[in-house]
């Protein structure tokens, strides 16, 4: 079986002169025409003899001609128009858990969710002469299977859908006007105290950070009964205390209720599932799915890149956490930062002196609120700060590049612009795959495309000190990995130093060599720990959250115990709140 995927928002066939039409060798013999030229090009899939010429003449990148021998075209669900991306499979729903979808961006997650809440019709590929028609070619199709019986049971019950973009909600009008819409005045007040979001009620849309939006986001899904719930990445922008306090929550949701989640957070994915289907294929052409499978079966499948049950290997090397760590006092002191405080009248911050050693990685973590990104603009200098009662801006007297937490795509021109004007590397476009991204404007870059865009663009450019503010958002699970592998590489290459704030324990895990831990009330007051070693640090962070960590023995990566559960207790006897 064979797909030709055009993407059309790179093709511009008055820009080339229609070049995929030119060279097609279908075309050339005069008897048919398989690639058709009008707004975008058209490729005719039963003619396509894939020899791949467009794919390379293409001088945009907008076509990809895949074959796909170990898929059939029976099992396609759901089609996005003709030379359009392609889904095949779709999860099953179990009722009384929590399942968790695991898999690349532009895999096919969201139009899975979008199909099994009913916001999206199964086409199977096809244009149908009607409703009726459609219907009963998608009942044929899924006979006998455990998904019509989903399906039909779906039109009595009531769904509730929590969608991954939130820009919608932005808007000006109060969050409690919003709630109001959804329930009860006394329900409201009740899930917002569970989310710890009372604070905000009488607040706009638009004034709310990217965590409080988030929250407003799952109380509005989960206000009134529902049978059925979707949570899109409900953990975005969510500190680690709130993840676990959103975790908790749909746990407890999914006791009588069907419940399923897209996350990129495996840490939590493994906390919050019971079982998870993996999506594979090729971003942006198409996705498969897997059979139904325990979560930690199907995350250790997913991170060996071969999934047994189905005998394939969806990648060709697996992910793995054997990662070695230096010494916190390892390497030498380049800068030093003295005690100081930061004083917002609302909000105060008092954090401890440090070292700044070559070499090396140091996580930041703790709560949202209590001053992680206050504390590298500080040392970036961008920060007005108090020591021994002077106001002053730091000068730790090195060359520091800074990526901040959040990132516009405001700037003019193509992705290559800047590639080219800030000497972007060969080696570290290749570590963010930023050659697919090369012909794109900046401005229609997708929030991970930019993410991945601003990294590189901060470790390309020669520093001392490389300031890295939630490198994890909108990333996917190996997006995620590759880019704390690179900032890794690279400081061990250039001898440098990187300070980095995420939220995601398992990137940090990956990447740092230290850390510092904040801790205080959200808003008001945080004070920072002194640099701590690996281990110890973590330990006072998940000591906090009353959780225990220990490595998974068959991938070795970072895995939450049960609460309550043997080993829990036992480290928690013995202090031990993580283990690596």
């Excluded at 060798?25 to 030229?37: A, S």
């Excluded at 001609?65 to 889904?87: C, D, M, Q, S």
């Excluded at 090369?438 to 401005?443: F, G, H, R």
Aim: charged share 30%.
């Amino acid at each position: 079986m064979r797909l030709a995927i055009i993407h059309k928002e790179k093709c511009k066939p008055l820009a080339c002169g229609g070049v995929c039409k030119n060279v097609c060798p279908v075309n050339k013999k005069g008897e048919v025409e398989c690639v058709k030229i009008g707004d975008k090009a058209e490729i005719d899939e039963p003619l396509c003899v894939g020899c791949g010429i467009c794919q390379k003449r293409c001088p945009f990148e907008a076509i990809e001609i895949v074959n796909l021998p170990a898929v059939k075209e029976e099992n396609l669900v759901y089609r996005y128009g003709e030379n359009g991306f392609a889904l095949y499979g779709l999860p099953i729903p179990k009722e009384g858990s929590v399942l968790g979808l695991l898999g690349r961006n532009g895999i096919g997650k969201s139009t899975a969710i979008e199909i099994l809440a009913g916001k999206k019709k199964i086409n199977l590929g096809q244009e149908f002469a009607n409703e009726k028609e459609q219907e009963i070619a998608v009942r044929e199709y899924f006979q006998g299977n455990e998904l019509l019986r989903y399906f039909d049971n779906m039109k009595g019950k009531k769904i509730s859908y929590k969608p991954q973009n939130l820009s919608s909600l932005s808007v000006d009008v109060s969050v409690f006007s919003l709630l109001e819409k959804r329930g009860k005045k006394h329900d409201i007040e009740i899930l917002t105290k569970k989310l710890g979001a009372e604070h905000i009620l009488h607040n706009k849309l638009n004034k709310l950070s990217g965590g409080e939006l988030q929250k407003v986001a799952i109380i509005a899904a989960t206000l009134g009964e529902a049978d059925i719930y979707f949570f899109d990445e409900p953990l975005a922008y969510l500190d680690i205390t709130e993840r676990l306090k959103v975790s908790d929550f749909i746990r407890e949701i999914a006791k009588n209720k069907t419940v399923i989640v897209v996350e990129h957070d495996l840490l939590i994915l493994d906390y919050l599932t019971d079982y998870l289907n993996v999506f594979y294929g090729q971003q942006g052409c198409f996705g498969l799915v897997s059979g139904v499978k325990a979560t930690k079966h199907g995350i250790n499948s997913y991170l060996s890149g071969f999934l047994k049950e189905e005998n394939l290997r969806i990648r060709d090397k697996e992910i793995n956490f054997n990662f070695t760590k230096n010494k916190q006092t390892a390497g030498q002191i380049i800068a030093q930062w003295p005690e100081f405080e930061l004083d917002f009248k609302q909000f105060k911050l008092e954090v401890s002196a440090g070292d700044v050693r070559e070499n090396h990685v140091i996580g930041i973590l703790g709560k949202n609120g209590t001053g992680k990104t206050s504390f590298v603009k500080s040392l970036a200098g961008l920060e007005e700060v108090q020591v021994n009662g002077k106001s002053r801006k730091l000068n730790l007297d090195l060359k520091i590049s800074y990526k901040p937490q959040y990132i516009h795509n405001n700037e003019e021109g193509l992705v290559l612009d800047i590639i080219r004007k800030e000497k972007i590397n060969k080696k570290t476009a290749s570590m963010f795959n930023l050659e697919v991204l090369s012909q794109k404007k900046i401005s229609e870059l997708s929030g991970g495309e930019l993410q991945r865009f601003s990294i590189a663009r901060c470790l390309a450019k020669e520093a001392d000190i490389y300031l890295i503010d939630e490198p994890s958002a909108y990333l996917d699970v190996e997006e995620r990995i590759a880019c704390a592998k690179a900032i890794k590489e690279i400081m061990s290459e250039k001898q440098k130093t990187a300070f980095v704030v995420d939220h995601d324990l398992l990137l940090i895990s990956y990447l740092a060599d230290s850390v510092i831990v904040f801790s205080g009330e959200s808003g008001k007051y945080g004070n920072s720990s002194e640099i701590m070693e690996f281990e110890q640090g973590i330990s006072m962070l998940l000591k906090e959250l009353d959780i225990t960590l220990r490595k998974d023995k068959e991938s070795g990566r970072p895995k939450i115990n049960d609460r309550g559960s043997v080993l829990d207790r036992e480290q928690k006897r013995e202090g031990k709140f993580a283990i690596f």
